[in-house]
């Protein structure tokens, strides 16, 4: 079974901070993963995936990730945060299974930005 | 830039009560979604469908639970009996197949309150 674990429900930073928002996989096989951003009473939006090949990913809004077998990490960053980065966050594994394609979300991290 | 769409935004239901959602994917998308998001949580898959066919129910409640896709097109998921625990968001995605590398593209979602 293919699971992440988001570290961190809560995030707090200042606007300018770096951002960093963990998410740790574990996977039987070579995971695709995905960063998915929601605001509040919308849907989610994808940040960015990690299929195959370079394994610093660059998204939408800045935002960055790092695919990291060795640590079974792909942690999400961005250099310098703002006001409209508040949000929370989604890290998920694809998995197929029996002919479907399912997505496994992390309990999700809620990110604060502070003046 | 194409959506996918969700009615209705909200719903207040009472308990016993029948309650129906509806879903447009974005147009060509042959996998079409549902997840059931509760507050705290990722989302969690109830449904696929591959054109009209369902792919995976495995998380799906089915003694109060149905969905449908009868012209592979739009979608609709319905509870009968609604329960006190079915109140959550209910989110709708589609993807151009199904494929574990491929976008799933969120519409806006469902507000269910079951009172």
């Known amino acids: 079974a293919q699971s992440v674990t988001q570290l961190g429900s809560h995030v707090s930073v200042s606007e300018g901070a770096l951002v960093l928002l963990r998410c740790n996989y574990s996977?039987?096989?070579?995971?695709?993963l995905f960063w998915y951003v929601q605001y509040p009473n919308q849907g989610l939006q994808l940040l960015l995936k990690?299929?195959?090949?370079?394994?610093l990913v660059k998204g939408i809004n800045g935002f960055e990730a790092e695919f990291k077998k060795s640590e079974t990490s792909f942690h999400l960053t961005k250099p310098s945060a703002h006001m409209s980065d508040a949000a929370e966050y989604f890290c998920?594994?694809?998995?197929?299974?029996?002919?479907?394609?399912?997505?496994?979300f992390g309990t999700g991290t809620q990110l604060k930005v502070e003046l | 830039e194409a959506e996918v769409a969700q009615s209705p935004r909200y719903k207040i239901t009472e308990k016993s009560q029948a309650v129906a959602f509806w879903c447009d994917p974005i147009?060509?998308?042959?996998?079409l979604y549902w997840y059931r998001q509760i507050l705290g949580q990722g989302p969690e898959l109830l449904v696929q469908?591959?054109?009209?066919?369902?792919?995976?129910d495995s998380q799906l409640p089915k003694d109060r639970f149905s969905a449908e896709r009868l012209k592979g097109v739009d979608s609709t998921l319905k509870i009968q009996p609604a329960e006190l625990g079915d109140s959550a968001m209910y989110l709708c995605?589609?993807?151009?197949?199904?494929?574990?590398?491929?976008?799933?593209?969120f519409g806006p979602g469902t507000r269910l309150t079951v009172l």
């Open positions: 147009s060509g998308h042959a996998t």
């Open positions: 996977s039987s096989v070579p995971p695709y």
């Open positions: 469908f591959q054109d009209e066919s369902v792919v995976d």
């Open positions: 998920a594994v694809s998995l197929l299974t029996g002919g479907g394609n399912k997505l496994t």
């Open positions: 995605a589609s993807s151009i197949g199904g494929l574990s590398t491929d976008t799933q593209y």
């Open positions: 990690y299929t195959t090949g370079a394994t």
